[in-house]
């Protein structure tokens, strides 16, 4: 599991933002990434590459439009 530290946002009034909790399953042959916030990767065969995306997801979230 990994953990991105809390930000503050202007939008948000300098309100602390949830963590990205995020984690990985296995459904059969493929892996998934997902997050506390809702987010969920692309099922993958590699394991490595799902952990990967998690990791992405945890130090670079998606911005909010």
């Known amino acids: 599991m990994t953990t991105a530290p809390a930000r503050r946002h202007a ?20 892996a998934v ?5 809702g987010w969920r990767g692309p099922a993958r065969r590699s394991r490595d590459r799902a952990r990967a995306d998690a990791e992405l997801h945890a130090t ?6």
Not at 11 to 30: I, N
Not at 33 to 37: L, R
């Open 11 to 30: 939008k948000y009034g300098g309100v602390v933002q949830r963590q990205h909790k995020t984690h990985t399953s296995e459904r059969g042959a493929f």
């Open 33 to 37: 990434a997902g997050c506390a916030c």
């Open 60 to 65: 670079n979230p998606p911005r909010d439009p």
